[in-house]
Nanobody
Framework: QVQLVESGGGLVQAGGSLRLSCAAS????????MDWYRQAPEKQREWVAT???????NYSDSVKGRFTISRDNAKNTVWLQMNSLKPEDTAVYSC?????????????WGQGTQVTVSS
């Protein structure tokens, strides 16, 4: 089994910062891309950022310049540093990890962590 455990969400004022983490555990042979997504109330899930195994990053326009995704391959962990937070960043944030398992690549999701930004 593979588990993704997220932490770091919470309540913060606009302009503040939070750092989310997502740690993968279990039988993991290899991890490819690691992503963060978010879903605000009554909205569709939205892609936020991706980091490849080589450290190449990509961000949605809505967070570019404010959020930073990073990873530690040895710890199977991905982080999302969120700065200059805005009320519209309020959402449940979930990590998604692409893992080689049983001879195919599979996506696994974390349980989600709530981020609330007050104005």
């Amino acid at each position: 089994q593979v588990q993704l455990v997220e932490s770091g969400g919470g309540l913060v004022q606009a302009g503040g910062s939070l750092r989310l983490s997502c740690a993968a555990s279990g039988f993991i042979f290899s991890i490819n891309t690691m992503d963060w997504y978010r879903q605000a109330p009554e909205k569709q899930r939205e892609w936020v950022a991706t980091i490849t195994s080589d450290g190449i990053t990509n961000y949605s326009d809505s967070v570019k310049g404010r959020f930073t995704i990073s990873r530690d391959n040895a710890k199977n962990t991905v982080w999302l540093q969120m700065n200059s937070l805005k009320p519209e960043d309020t959402a449940v944030y979930s990590c998604r990890v692409r893992i080689w398992r049983d001879r195919i690549w599979r996506h696994y999701w974390g349980q989600g962590t709530q981020v609330t930004v007050s104005s």
